[in-house]
T-cell receptor, first 112, second 112 residues
Framework: DTEVTQTPKHLVMGMTNKKSLKCEQH?????MYWYKQKAKKPPELMFV???????INESVPSRFSPECPNSSLLNLHLHALQPEDSALYLC???????????FGPGTRLTVT | QQQVKQSPQSLIVQKGGISIINCAYE??????FPWYQQFPGKGPALLIA?????SEKKEGRFTISFNKSAKQFSLHIMDSQPGDSATYFC???????????FGGGTRLMVKP
């Protein structure tokens, strides 16, 4: 099973709201990733977690706050977002010793 | 040096034809080159990948050709089908943290 699940599928939020995106995988992968993808563009890496610890933060604004509660779950907490943050947010996972990353279906976020 | 350049940006092929997408990279430390297929509103799906110790890898109708000296690799889709219509991203990695560097993407349309 190479499935990464993400909830919700769609999210509309105002600029003053606080919301969270959730990602889950049961493949035993110890690396998990958050990407942001704008229309007609490739995914842009935001964060990488290795063994539940944040290992890479690609200079992402603090209004995005990642969390890895356990080896299967990855959250992205959102607060005070801007309309330009509207995008498809993708989660991915991989084995640490393996380059193959498996992506979830994404959460389509709209900030109004 | 981290760039991966992908061409063409868009491609229209007749059903049954061959689709060819090209990528070029600069960083000689890259040693893993995956291709992802993405349908509208979905996450990227790993299609096929190659390492530089081989010059070609085939999986069904999909073939990667790799030219290490030219630092180029390409995806060939044989007998292209309308169901292949999607956006294709090449990528490369080889550094710590499994950070994928994506090409800009190619929107493929296969006409019936």
């Amino acid at each position: 099973d190479t499935e990464v699940t993400q909830t919700p599928k769609h999210l509309v939020m105002g600029m003053t709201n606080k919301k969270s995106l959730k990602c889950e995988q049961h493949m035993g992968h110890r690396a998990m990733y958050w990407y942001k993808q704008k229309a007609k563009k490739p995914p842009e890496l935001m964060f990488v977690y290795s063994y539940e610890k944040l290992s890479i933060n690609e200079s992402v604004p603090s209004r995005f706050s990642p969390e890895c509660p356990n080896s299967s779950l990855l959250n992205l907490h959102l607060h005070a977002l801007q309309p330009e943050d509207s995008a498809l947010y993708l989660c991915a996972s991989s084995r640490l010793a393996d380059y193959e990353q498996y992506f979830g279906p994404g959460t389509r976020l709209t900030v109004t | 040096q981290q760039q991966v350049k992908q061409s063409p940006q868009s491609l229209i092929v007749q059903k049954g034809g061959i689709s060819i997408i090209n990528c070029a990279y600069e960083n000689t430390a890259f040693d893993y080159f995956p291709w992802y297929q993405q349908f509208p509103g979905k996450g990227p799906a790993l299609l096929i990948a190659i390492r530089p110790d081989v010059s070609e890898k085939k999986e069904g109708r999909f073939t990667i050709s790799f030219n290490k000296s030219a630092k180029q690799f390409s995806l060939h889709i044989m007998d292209s089908q309308p169901g292949d219509s999607a956006t294709y991203f090449c990528a490369a990695t080889g550094n710590a943290g499994n950070m994928l560097t994506f090409g800009g993407g190619t929107r493929l349309m296969v006409k019936p």
